[in-house]
Structure formats: structure tokens, C-alpha cells
């Protein structure tokens, strides 16, 4: 799989409501690496 970066900022403005997110220090190359195929990807979220 290619990874777009664009494509991956579209997604997090998508899936936070903020037009104006943008990753953190580091997360997009994370993210880059995994969806690569060259690591794994542990993602936390919150439970109600």
C-alpha cells in the first residue's frame, strides 16, 4: 500500500471534526511506517 500523507491529514480532519488538525510530532511517520507494513500500530481510545 502507498501512503498519502494528504490523504492521512484528510482522514484526521474527517474523523476529529477540525478542520485544522494536524498530526503531532512524529505521528505521521508512525503512521507511515505501519501502514507501510513495516510495524504495528497500537491506537488508544477513550470508552464512555
Do not use: C, N
Not at 484528510?10 to 513495516?38: K, M, N, S, V
Amino acid at each position: 500500500m502507498d501512503y498519502d500523507s494528504k490523504w492521512a491529514i484528510d482522514l484526521l480532519r474527517a474523523g476529529t471534526g477540525q478542520p485544522d488538525a494536524e498530526f503531532r510530532a512524529e505521528q505521521d511517520e508512525t503512521i507511515r511506517h505501519a501502514a507501510e507494513g513495516r510495524g504495528r500500530l497500537l491506537v488508544v481510545q477513550k470508552t464512555g
